[in-house]
Structures are given as structure tokens and as C-alpha cells.
């Protein structure tokens, strides 16, 4: 299938043998073929992320999207180790639990799009099509993704709603779209062997959401195409996306199509890329983006009656006040003190609380704070 390995920008890259991806045949009818006349001067490109770290490949879709060629029309495939991947705009300490993830080292990342929250691990499989706004269709996009898996021996896979792709009517694929002046993308999942206790383990749906949706329970409504077709990889899924790409925009652009490999040491040879990486790692960006959110959590204990109000901002306690009949009412006045302006974490109010134990070691209000702090770390 690889006619020629070269070197492109410090990136390794190839080109398809187009003898392996002629243009009839199952899945896309030559009469559908994009006109190369309207994409006069245009070319086709394809990226692969060779890792795995969400951070990196949220970052080089960015950096795609604001500084590559987008006269190309680009196909960008990606997969992420265990992720939590939160819209702009969401709340992760109510959409996510997140102190399982944090045992478990699932990793938090928020995208610079909007959307919801949805978790990924190597069982499932990312792409993005980048292009000028001027040659950006969402259905032809979708439809080369269905020839794919129609390819692979998946039954009947078909459009649903504006985001959806289901087979025999569950979810295998979600696609989110963003058009910024002449640059659009259209990005989405596909599910292959996703762990889905997993995924009902870290997500914390809305509920209201789901009743209102007739849905009982997250993985009710998802299906692993594993399922029905078991060679079905990550790599195998790739290969019959790229085919169908490069059907759908016919022999003439295909045959100068370019493959490029990426990986995290192109962070030291790309400084933006580099930059976007490393804002997308800042805990301000992934947490204190949060908007405004109020908890209230109360508890009996033997010693007393705790009943915490927390209003976080940028995911920081803002304001706190306890209300408590306990007989240490210096205890209770410290505790606040020392929670307002930490971080709305287990590390945040683990460490605000052993301020407040070191100012009463050797008492018998040394165990009381260690069983608050062990609750407190829970409720969040």
C-alpha cells in the first residue's frame, strides 16, 4: 500500500499506492466523486497522531485548525489513553467524578469547542476534517465515515440527528462541528471496543436529561462495533477511513495525498503547537475555567453536626461558611479560614485541613479533622 517513505517538515510521511483505492466499487459511486474542477489547486492531506496523550492530540487539532494549509482538504485521526474530555463551557466537578479519575489516573482535558462530556480510551478511535469554510460539507464528511464502516461489515449505519451515526439504532459515532471565518472542522468518535464501565464509572450525566431523553443509563444508548465485526482495531478502522477519504475526492487529488506522522517531539520543533499543549495542561485552564457552582453537603458525625456551604468560582472556594453544633466552635472557625481561596480539590482541601490539624495536633479534635477531611474529599 506504501509506495514511498520521505521526510516532510521533520514530520515522516508517505503516499498511498492508489492501485489499492481505485475509485469503484462498494461504498462511494463514482458519480458521487467530488469534482476536482471545484476543487481546483486544492490538495489532500491526512494526519496521524502515533500517541496517545489527549492533551498532545487536542492540542495539534487546535494548532491545525488556526495555522495549517487549509486550502488541503485535512483528515486528522487520533486516539486517546483514558480520558475525561469536557466541552469549553462545562463544570467538571459536576459532570465528572472526579476524584475516581484522579485514583485511577484518568486524565481531565477540556477542548476549546463546546459540547459535553465524554470519555475515551484506546477502544475508541477520533477524527477531524479540517477545510476552508468556502469547501466544508458536514454530509459528505459523515457520509465518508458510513462508507468506511459499511466497508468493515457494519449493518446499515446511518445519520442521526445532526450529530449522531447509530447502528441498529445506538450510538457509535458523535460529531461536533466549528466554523471560525474561512476555517471549519467537523470532529467525532467512533466507538470500536470502548470500556464502558468505564465510562458510566467517571461520567456523572445529567439525569434530568437522560429521563427526559427515555434513557436509563449512559451505556444503554452507546454500541461498541467490536461487537459485530471482532478484527475491527484502531489501525484497521484508520486504513477504511482513509480509503473512503480518498475515494470520495477521486484519483486526481489522491494521488498527491500525503500522510503525516506526529508525535510529542514535534512539541520542540513547533513552538505554538508547544504552547497550545501546555495551556491545555494548566490546571487554571482544565478546572478554574469552570463557571460559578455552589455545594451544600451536610452530615452527622459523634461529635457533632457539620453542614458545609461552598460557592466556587474558577475553581476556587470562594466562600465558605459551616454550621455546626460542635463543642469546638475555634475549630470550625479555623477550618473555614483555611478553606476560602484553595482549590476545589481533594489536593486543595487535603492540604487546608492539614494547616488546620497541625494548629490542634495532640488534641482530641486531631482525629475529628482527619474524618471531616476524609468526608469533605468524598462529597466533592
Known sequence: MLRNI??????????????????????????????????????????????????????????????????????????????????????????????????????????????????????????????????????????????????????????SGRNDIVVMGKKVSGSAYKQSGKRSFHHGTM?????????????????????????????????NMKTINPDLNHKVLCDQVIESFLKTYGSELAETCEVVELNTSHLETIPSLKETYESLMDWEWRYGNSPPFEHQFEKRFDWGIMDINMNCKKGLIEECKIYSDSLNPTMIEEINKQLLGVKYSPEGISLALDNVKQLFKDTEYSNQIDELKNWIIKEI
Not at 466507538?191 to 431523553?213: A, C, E, G, R, T
Request: proline share 4%; glycine share 6%.
Open 191 to 223: 466507538m470500536i471496543d470502548v470500556n464502558l464501565d468505564s465510562l458510566q464509572k467517571y461520567l456523572n450525566p445529567n439525569k434530568d436529561k437522560l429521563k427526559s431523553k427515555g434513557i436509563s443509563s449512559v451505556i444503554s444508548r452507546v454500541l
Open 6 to 159: 520521505v521526510r516532510f517538515q521533520n514530520f515522516t510521511s508517505y503516499r498511498y499506492n492508489l492501485r489499492s483505492f481505485s475509485t469503484g466499487g462498494t461504498g462511494v459511486n463514482n458519480n458521487d466523486e467530488v469534482s476536482p474542477r471545484s476543487l481546483l489547486g486544492k490538495k489532500l492531506k491526512i494526519i496521524k497522531s502515533t500517541t496517545t496523550n489527549p492533551l498532545f492530540n487536542i492540542a495539534t487539532e487546535d494548532w491545525l485548525f488556526k495555522e495549517f494549509d487549509l486550502t488541503h482538504q485535512v483528515l486528522f485521526l487520533w486516539r486517546n489513553s483514558p480520558t475525561v474530555v469536557i466541552g469549553r463551557y462545562q463544570n467538571p466537578f459536576k459532570e465528572c467524578h472526579l476524584q475516581r479519575m484522579d485514583e485511577d489516573k484518568v486524565v481531565l482535558s477540556r477542548r476549546y469547542s463546546g459540547g459535553g462530556a465524554v470519555y475515551q480510551d484506546e477502544g475508541n478511535s477520533n477524527f477531524t476534517f479540517l477545510s476552508a469554510t468556502e469547501n466544508y460539507d458536514k454530509k459528505r464528511n459523515t457520509q465518508i465515515i458510513i462508507d468506511a464502516l459499511e466497508k468493515l461489515g457494519i449493518p446499515t449505519p446511518e445519520a
